[in-house]
């Protein structure tokens, strides 16, 4: 006869085994179902390049701006498996080297019940959704600036034409693999200003 510490060995040994099967399966599954999100837009406004200076320091020019976001995540909200959203904004753009650069000039984490700090765009003809589902998935950010110093490794825009900037998203699921794709952008390239001189 089996002991009770053997019989409590093989039960929790059986539950892991079929918990992880399922966990795999749950990772399979939404893989297959990924979510897709029509890609909205992102409005650049006021893009100031300046020159900046720091006692010690060379001069070197500094990139400013602000921009609006309009896009619906509702499709990756609403999957089952979704556990947080990792929104960020990128500037795209070529040096007269050859060089392309990929900054990131702003981020945000974003989980399911963070939704409703963005503000919401709903219809006017179209009656308020529930109390505690208001605007969710329904992203629009207003006059936002840019979270992190937008700078030239060579210290000089100069050369510098156009950039494109696109909203980037990174679904981390419970279970799974970790996916990304592009939540919006802008339409088309945005020509870079002359420096600012003070």
């Given amino acids: 006869m089996y002991s009770t510490l053997n019989r409590l ?15 795999g399966l749950i990772s399979i599954s939404s893989l297959i179902t990924l979510p897709t999100v029509n890609i909205g837009k992102v ?8 020159r900046l200076r720091r006692w010690g320091a060379k001069e070197e020019d500094l990139a400013t701006l602000r921009f609006d976001v309009r896009t619906d ?11 947080q959203l990792f929104l960020y904004l990128t500037a ?17 984490i974003v989980t399911r019940a963070d939704m409703r700090d963005f503000r ?15 605007g969710r998935g329904n992203v629009r950010l207003e006059e936002v600036k840019n979270k992190y110093p937008w700078k030239q490794p060579s ?13 980037h998203y990174d679904l981390m699921p419970y ?8 939540a919006a952008t802008a339409r088309g390239p945005i020509n870079i200003p002359e420096v600012i001189k003070r």
Avoid: C, M
Avoid at 92 to 108: K, N, Q, S
Avoid at 120 to 129: D, S
Avoid at 175 to 182: C, P, Q
């Fill in 9 to 23: 060995n093989h039960l929790s040994s059986l539950a892991t085994t079929y918990i992880l099967i399922l966990l």
């Fill in 43 to 50: 409005d650049i406004k006021d893009l100031i390049v300046g």
């Fill in 175 to 182: 279970v799974g693999l970790l996916s990304s794709g592009v």
């Fill in 120 to 134: 919401a765009v709903t219809k006017k003809n179209q009656a308020q959704p529930a109390r505690g589902k208001r």
């Fill in 92 to 108: 795209t753009y070529a040096e007269p080297t050859g060089d392309v650069h990929d900054v990131v000039l702003w981020d945000r």
């Fill in 155 to 167: 210290g000089s825009f100069k050369g510098v034409a156009t950039a494109n900037f696109t909203l």
């Fill in 73 to 83: 995540l509702n499709p990756l909200l609403n999957s089952y498996n979704t556990k």
